[in-house]
């Protein structure tokens, strides 16, 4: 009914005496109106979404832009810290940071301790000593993913030879589509000081006996290969891969990486901890080239005065144009080939940087500890494998730490050769660099800054500093373009403060002991 017709309609029912029919017609006009506009509304936020498919974040072209402003005022703002507008930030500190200079603070000391009672490794003590029985068949494992997830892999297959009573074949390493690093087990770590500091508790070879290689005609992977599920407790071992090792002399589980729970007898425990931090040595190639590069940082940190401190992070495109966009899609496809365009697979890039779940770019590492007081002279290593675009996306890093390392600058082009393709090897050169540090910031999730905390508290008693930021925070106050200085920074020597204090953490039963060795494979003893 057209909106003249029922007010001229109104008035007549009013004059007959039947006011309360009017009101009611009233209600249902002013109902069918608000209805109206809602409708109005869904259809312009429908025609937002159906032009943004069509024409992408490049917007609407020519005179159609005031259109397209139109339609993005109806759509809801994205939630803060949705958007990266880290860079807006940037521009307004830039000033202020490069300006500020850091007070002495008591923490910036090698390896601070608190006081009282010291954690230390006592591996020997959790482990019993005897002569091994005879073995119940050969074990083959199939190392996969990069670095440390090659390390788990290795130090929980010591553990499953443990509960198997099984003699294990020192592990290949799968040719992964991401790291493509054809690299041995010989090639990264010191085979001979690994089977030799493990003889007593598990028995270790390079390679199947002839017999036994016989068997399966001289091919590994003709060994029945038991499929087992991630995180299986030691009962399943015994009750279905044992017989099966009885019964054909040798079993393969492949892939193996994190294929045992992280709850499991302390003995068995204490064994993982002696693979990974006292077995596992890098090859000889590696321990020289890493140990020179240690002493080249470490001395050029004391010629300029600066602090020797390290960040890590994997370099994270937010802000890029349409061609950065392709070239990180192209990037998925070839390393994972089709894994982010499953069937119901969904992607939420907002809701995972709002969740803390993006690594921080460098332009952000390098806010981040100007805020918690690290100034110009601190000198940093950057562990990282390829930067996409390095020039532009390291250049602010640059500007707020010019003592900044990488291996590039630590090693000459003559020493790298002969890691050139191997981002494992490479990889170990950073983590013994890493572990050296005064200080270590973990700016994303992988199992990289995980193995390395894990492996600091154990190197210097449960107290050596580790800055784990709180992302959440972050990207909240990265949203901010109009935040002041003073507070930022109050915010991030907070961040810091609260981060130091969890350097300590004893593991709890579900927790891995990569990360957290205590109390399993240290021992707590009193101040001398």
């Known amino acids: 009914m057209p909106v003249a017709a029922a007010a001229a309609s109104m008035r007549g029912i009013e004059s007959a005496g039947a006011r309360p029919a ?51 005022r109806r759509v809801s703002p994205a939630p803060p810290g949705s958007v990266y507008r880290s860079h807006l930030v940037f521009e307004r500190l830039i000033p202020e940071m490069c300006a500020f200079i850091s007070r002495p603070n008591p923490l910036v000391t090698s390896h601070y301790k608190k006081i009282g009672k010291q954690w230390k490794p006592c591996i020997s003590k959790k482990l019993t000593e005897s002569e091994l029985p005879s073995s119940n068949g050969f074990l083959v494992v199939e190392a996969n993913g990069g670095l440390n997830q090659q390390r788990i892999s290795i130090c929980d297959a010591i553990a499953v030879a443990r509960i198997l009573n099984a003699t294990l074949v020192t592990p290949a390493f799968h040719l992964n589509s991401v790291w493509r690093d054809s690299s041995k087990f010989g090639d990264i770590f010191d085979e001979d000081h690994f089977i030799e500091s493990l003889r007593k508790h598990v028995k270790v070879v390079k390679e199947l006996p002839e017999d036994v290689s016989l068997r399966f005609d001289h091919n590994i992977s003709t060994i029945p290969n038991m499929r087992t599920k991630a995180f299986s407790p030691p009962s399943y071992y015994l009750q279905e891969v044992l017989p099966k090792m009885l019964d054909l002399g040798a079993v393969r589980i492949a892939p193996f990486s994190n294929r045992l729970a992280h709850s499991v007898p302390s003995d068995v425990q204490a064994l993982r901890c002696l693979a990974n931090y006292e077995a596992l040595r890098f090859s000889e190639s590696i321990r020289i080239l890493a140990e020179n590069m240690v002493d080249r940082m470490i001395k050029r940190s004391s010629l300029t005065g ?63 500890l100007r805020g918690m007081g690290f100034d110009n002279t ?151």
């Open 22 to 72: 009017a009101r009611r017609l009233g209600r249902v006009l002013v109902g069918r109106r608000r209805r109206a506009a809602l409708l109005l509304l869904a259809l312009a936020y429908t025609a937002a979404m159906l032009m943004l498919a069509m024409f992408g974040d490049e917007g609407l072209v020519a005179d159609g832009g005031v259109v397209e402003a139109a339609l993005r």
């Open 306 to 368: 600066g602090k020797y401190d390290m960040v890590a992070f994997s370099c994270c495109i937010y802000a890029g144009d349409s061609k950065e966009r392709n070239a990180m899609e192209n990037a998925r496809e070839r390393s994972w080939r089709g894994k982010f365009h499953r069937p119901g697979r969904v992607i939420n890039p907002e809701a995972n940087r709002r969740n803390g779940r993006c690594p921080l770019t460098p332009l952000e590492v390098g806010m981040m």
């Open 378 to 528: 601190t000198s940093l290593y950057v562990a990282s494998g390829k930067i996409y675009n390095a020039e532009k996306y390291m250049t602010p890093l640059r500007q707020l730490f010019p003592l900044l390392q990488t291996k590039q600058t630590l090693a000459t082009s003559e020493e790298l050769a002969l890691f050139k393709g191997h981002s494992s090897r490479l990889a170990a050169l950073d983590y013994t660099i890493c572990l050296h540090s005064e200080v270590f910031v973990m700016t994303q999730g992988s199992n990289f800054p995980h193995f390395l905390m894990g492996h600091r508290r154990y190197m210097y008693g449960g107290h050596a500093k580790t800055i784990k930021p709180d992302k959440r925070k972050l990207v909240q106050l990265f949203d901010n373009p109009n935040i002041r200085w003073d507070r930022f920074k109050h915010h991030m020597q907070d961040m810091r403060r609260h981060s130091e204090t969890k350097g300590f953490g004893l593991r709890k039963p579900h927790e891995s002991i990569y990360n957290l060795p205590m109390p399993d494979c240290m021992c707590q003893e009193a101040e001398a």
